[in-house]
């Protein structure tokens, strides 16, 4: 059973910046599809950012604020944001699948989630 685990959620004012990372089990592999969605209260669960083979891909009206990479040695996934803004607040999800996908139900695999509170 694969686990993932994610941390690096908190509170920030607007335009802040904050890191979450999503460390996962079983052999490391740069083949397997991770990702990044959130989920704003009341809302559907949207994509933020994948990346496999080393290649991050986004989605859209993040406004090149968010990065997506990975340390396949730590089996780790990081999620750098920047310039952070109220409308970002959200619990934010770290997901694995066998493929590139912007859809969430592709993903087989989630966190538990962490959330990520930015104030004006």
């Known amino acids: 059973q694969v686990q993932l685990v994610e941390s690096g959620g908190g509170a920030v004012q607007a335009g802040g910046s904050l890191r979450l990372s999503c460390v996962g089990s079983?052999?490391?592999?740069?083949?397997?599809?991770m990702a990044w969605f959130r989920q704003a209260l009341g809302k559907e669960r949207e994509f933020v950012a994948g990346?496999?083979?080393?290649?991050?891909y986004y989605g859209d009206s993040l406004e090149g604020r968010f990065m997506i990479s990975r340390d396949n040695a730590k089996n780790t996934v990081y999620l750098d944001m920047n310039n952070l803004k109220p409308e970002d607040t959200a619990v934010y999800y770290c997901?694995?699948?066998?493929?590139?996908?912007?859809?969430?139900?592709?993903?087989?695999?989630w966190g538990q989630g962490t959330q990520v509170t930015v104030s004006s």
């Open positions: 079983g052999r490391p592999s740069g083949s397997v599809n």
């Open positions: 990346i496999i083979f080393g290649t991050p």
């Open positions: 997901a694995r699948s066998a493929h590139a996908s912007r859809e969430k139900n592709q993903y087989a695999f």
